[in-house]
């Protein structure tokens, strides 16, 4: 009896202590992929990208892809909708071929590769290439979306219902660390261009294409780390981007209770990733400040976002995470309404407003990622995260779609970035109304004694 129990104590022992790796080793994908988020989308793109085509634009400031015509300071926005738009048919085929097959990491790895070589290929953005930055910007972005589908799906793997809140804000709180630190480095290259013997143009593209070169390196120790749970191949072949989200969206109604909690997600998240790609662009536009002051501002939110993401994990132990995420829509409708009266050229009110999003944009985005894994069914991960990053980065093209349109259509930025109050307001009501502790059972899993 007692070598029994020593032999199931040491098993025991060794399967945390590989659960333990495993989860080390999935922290490290937020570590290589949040730089592209931060360096790429949230700071140096949108700005970068918009000169370029008023580079190209013709004299009523209009460029024109595939004759269409659209104002030069609205292609960012559109290509970052148009990517999300695409991505919408990839994503519920990666979920469902890895749910099939359990072979997660080759997709990973195909899409997180794609994904870091075409931000490496931004070093060539110069001159007039708006085309080029646009259909860069696009492939990136998708690659990204579909391999967080894969990546997430991991959760429900490597974490008990017990461990997801922690886990996954310790996730984010790496990849804000991770931002954080190369855009310390852009910083030092950013603003020293002279002292490097390069010109402001290229010290930009050095930047973009690093966040491509950081992604693709430190992806090898989740692929390492990862391991995939074989599975038997479910029946019914193959189908088509549309048809399997129809497919996945038609299972997903036989669980009402997590079809509401995504439509909160869609709703308010859309918000939250409008804010991501667009506030450099509100703040060197309309409050016309410089690149540098907008490198300060998103490294503190990075900053502070590590710190904000660990502190409502913790909340999350006392209140539940549903608790804690409302309390953070609160926080961000409050925070972006401010932003709205920010006066142009005054440095230390950007400053501010970026500290209030940084201390709720991680908790926000960790939180609703370990809640959502709890009304999950047991063998649909990639499936159901396919739906969830759709709400995610693959959903999120209404917001860059009205900021642009209310920029195209009022030339005000401000008009822009008020307009998003309302996502967080409309979303915190859709959240508030789903009971999530019916929607775990209903999902067949464990209800923990906080969520």
Same mark, same amino acid.
């Given at each position: 009896m007692g070598t029994e129990i020593a032999r199931e104590t040491a098993q025991r022992a060794s399967a945390a202590a590989e659960r333990k790796r495993e989860q080390r080793g999935w922290y490290f994908y937020d570590w290589a992929c949040s730089v592209y988020s931060t360096s790429v989308l949230t700071v140096f793109l949108g700005p970068y990208l918009t000169s370029v085509a008023k580079a190209a634009a013709d004299a009523d400031g209009f460029v024109h892809p595939l004759g269409i015509p659209v104002r030069a300071g609205s292609f960012f926005a559109y290509s970052?909708?148009?990517?999300?738009?695409?991505?919408?048919?990839?994503?519920?085929?990666?979920?469902?071929?890895?749910?099939?097959?359990?072979?997660?990491?080759?997709?990973?790895?195909?899409?997180?590769?794609?994904?870091?070589?075409?931000?490496?290929?931004?070093?060539?953005?110069?001159?007039?290439?708006?085309?080029?930055?646009?259909?860069?910007?696009?492939?990136?972005?998708?690659?990204?979306?579909?391999?967080?589908?894969?990546?997430?799906?991991?959760?429900?793997?490597?974490?008990?219902?017990?461990?997801?809140?922690?886990?996954?804000?310790?996730?984010?709180?790496?990849?804000?660390?991770?931002?954080?630190?190369?855009?310390?480095?852009?910083?030092v290259l950013y603003t020293a261009h002279d002292t490097f013997g390069v010109s402001e143009s290229t010290a930009v593209r050095i930047c973009l294409a690093s966040a491509g070169v950081w992604w693709g390196a430190f992806t090898v120790v989740p692929l390492r780390r990862l391991r995939d749970q074989r599975t038997q191949p479910a029946p019914g072949g193959t189908a088509s981007g549309p048809q399997q989200l129809l497919a996945t969206v038609k299972d997903m109604r036989r669980h009402?209770?997590? =079809?509401? %909690?995504? #439509? @909160? /997600?869609?709703?308010?998240?859309?918000?939250?990733?409008?804010?991501? !790609?667009?506030?450099?662009?509100?703040?060197?536009?309309?409050?016309?400040?410089?690149?540098?002051?907008?490198?300060?501002?998103?490294?503190?939110?990075?900053?502070?976002?590590?710190?904000?993401?660990?502190?409502?994990?913790?909340?999350?132990?006392?209140?539940?995470?549903?608790?804690?995420?409302?309390?953070?829509?609160?926080?961000?409708?409050?925070?972006?309404?401010?932003?709205?009266f920010l006066p142009a050229g005054a440095p230390t009110w950007f400053f501010v407003l970026a500290a209030g999003i940084g201390l709720v944009l991680g908790g926000?985005?960790?939180?609703?990622?370990?809640?959502?894994?709890?009304?999950?069914?047991?063998?649909?991960?990639?499936?159901?995260?396919?739906?969830?990053?759709?709400?995610?980065?693959?959903?999120?093209?209404?917001?860059? =779609?009205? %900021?642009? #349109? @209310? /920029?195209?259509?009022?030339?005000?930025?401000?008009?822009?970035?008020? !307009?998003?109050?309302?996502?967080?307001?409309?979303?915190?009501?859709?959240?508030?109304?789903?009971?999530v502790h019916r929607a775990v059972r209903d999902a067949g899993n464990s209800v923990p004694a906080r969520i």
């Open positions: 970052v909708s148009l990517s999300v738009i695409l991505s919408i048919f990839v994503m519920p085929l990666a979920g469902a071929a890895a749910d099939r097959t359990g072979r997660k990491k080759p997709l990973l790895a195909l899409c997180a590769y794609i994904g870091a070589a075409a931000t490496a290929g931004m070093f060539f953005l110069d001159g007039d290439r708006y085309l080029l930055g646009g259909l860069l910007l696009v492939i990136a972005n998708s690659s990204l979306a579909v391999s967080m589908v894969l990546y997430n799906s991991y959760l429900p793997q490597i974490a008990p219902p017990e461990e997801r809140d922690a886990v996954s804000s310790r996730g984010w709180a790496f990849g804000y660390a991770s931002g954080a630190l190369v855009l310390l480095a852009n910083l009402p209770l997590t =079809l509401s %909690f995504l #439509l @909160a /997600y869609l709703v308010y998240n859309d918000g939250v990733q409008t804010v991501i !790609s667009q506030a450099s662009v509100y703040g060197s536009e309309e409050l016309g400040l410089d690149q540098s002051t907008l490198i300060v501002a998103v490294l503190l939110v990075q900053l502070l976002a590590v710190a904000g993401a660990l502190a409502m994990g913790r909340l999350a132990r006392t209140y539940g995470a549903k608790r804690t995420i409302l309390g953070s829509l609160v926080a961000w409708t409050v925070t972006i309404g401010a932003g709205y926000t985005q960790a939180l609703s990622r370990s809640l959502f894994s709890h009304l999950v069914p047991a063998g649909k991960e990639a499936e159901y995260f396919s739906a969830y990053e759709m709400s995610d980065r693959g959903m999120s093209w209404l917001g860059p =779609l009205v %900021f642009g #349109l @209310a /920029y195209q259509l009022t030339g005000s930025y401000r008009d822009a970035i008020v !307009s998003l109050v309302a996502f967080f307001v409309i979303g915190f009501v859709l959240l508030a109304r789903v009971p």
